[in-house]
């Protein structure tokens, strides 16, 4: 489901206790200071705290959208709720470290393992 976020596209799933978030790209940074809000609201509507967002599609990873997800965070965590990151980058780990949100989000590598809460780093065969 394509949701109204914006400044942002997104896609919107729900999974079985959680929303799953898609950040496609910014479309008007000017806009994109009220993620959290809507993000907030999606989450209201569908009775779900527990979100995962996929950055996979997203090239770069500013210091705005940093601070809209520690701010979304906040408002899922008074719910008993939580908000995982999966697909980052590289380059947008480094962006989450400079911005000191590493020390809240640990960057999953996918969907799954955001959702069961485990890392498994490649190992050898």
């Given at each position: 489901m394509l949701a109204n976020a914006l400044g942002y596209r997104v896609?919107?799933?729900r999974g079985p206790g959680w929303l799953l978030v898609?950040?496609?790209?910014?479309?008007?940074s000017a806009?994109?200071?009220l993620l959290a809000?809507?993000?907030?609201?999606?989450?209201?509507r569908h009775f779900t705290y527990r979100m995962v967002v996929?950055?996979?599609q997203l090239p770069?990873?500013?210091s705005q959208l940093v601070g809209q997800l520690l701010q979304l965070q906040a408002r899922l965590a008074e719910r008993n709720g939580m908000l995982r990151l999966c697909g980052v980058s590289p380059f947008n780990r480094r962006v989450l470290q400079a911005c000191g949100a590493d020390k809240v989000f640990?960057?999953?590598r996918?969907?799954?393992e955001a959702i069961l809460g485990c890392y498994r780093p490649n190992r050898p065969r």
């Open positions: 896609d919107v799933e898609r950040i496609r790209d910014v479309e008007d806009e994109a200071t809000d809507q993000l907030w609201e999606i989450a209201a996929d950055l996979d770069v990873l500013d640990i960057p999953y996918t969907r799954e």
